[in-house]
């Protein structure tokens, strides 16, 4: 289908394809698109809602418009998309003339506003090299973490993974995420236990589990503060 739809598009705008969320996130170190298709059924671990939400909080791509596309024709995927920040919900099948005038308008509209994300950088030159650098090590950092099967990710473990010292890390997560590296790598467990809950990988209890939490009671309790 991705073939299919690359070959539609590449008639009228430039495509760059990715076969999952890590891919995605990688393309997106060094390439600000114009709008990003996206589907909801990706591959483990990162899959559409995952990326949608990564993308929405990271001010450099929260301006990008998304359409999202499932063959989930369910009012609550639906709706969730769109609360978490997507432009347009696309229920599979669709019709090539119809996506192609959504994507049409959509890029139109950004073009129109004050903030596009293509030209940002050239508009701002104070933007400097540590900024962007500190940018490409963030995103790296979620995708390692976030693909890690191991459970027991700690703050030692990722100083070491990041080339930095306990407290340097702290003042850049904080500086970066706005939070502390425990309350950073929480919501990074929670973000993987509630993409493999989705994706019925097991019970609450096995997933509580793989995710690094001794306690199922305090999981859920995690679980329902986050959701």
Do not use: H
């Amino acid at each position: 289908m991705r073939e299919t739809l690359k070959d539609g598009i590449s008639i009228y705008y430039k495509v760059i394809e990715a076969d999952g969320g890590i891919t995605t996130l990688k393309i997106l170190q060094s390439l600000t698109p114009d709008l990003i298709l996206l589907d909801i059924m990706l591959p483990f671990p990162l899959d559409g809602f995952a990326i949608l939400r990564i993308l929405k909080n990271e001010p450099k791509l929260s301006a990008i418009p998304v359409i999202l596309m499932s063959a989930l024709n369910s009012e609550e995927k639906i709706k969730g998309g769109l609360k978490i920040g997507a432009d347009v919900f696309l229920v599979k099948p669709f019709i090539l003339k119809d996506l192609m005038k959504k994507i049409s308008n959509l890029i139109s509209f950004i073009s129109n506003t004050s903030y596009n994300p293509i030209t940002a950088d050239l508009l701002n030159p104070d933007s400097s090299a540590d900024v962007e650098s500190s940018f490409k090590r963030k995103f790296e950092s979620i995708a390692e973490i976030l693909i890690k099967k191991s459970s027991n990710t700690t703050i030692l473990s990722i100083a070491g993974q990041m080339t930095m010292s306990i407290s340097t890390l702290e003042r850049w997560t904080m500086k970066v995420y706005g939070t502390a590296p425990k309350k950073f790598i929480m919501n990074i467990k929670l973000v993987k236990a509630e993409i493999l809950l989705r994706q019925n990988f097991g019970s609450v209890k096995n997933i509580a589990c793989a995710v690094g939490f001794n306690s199922v009671p305090y999981f859920c309790l995690c679980f329902r503060k986050k959701y």
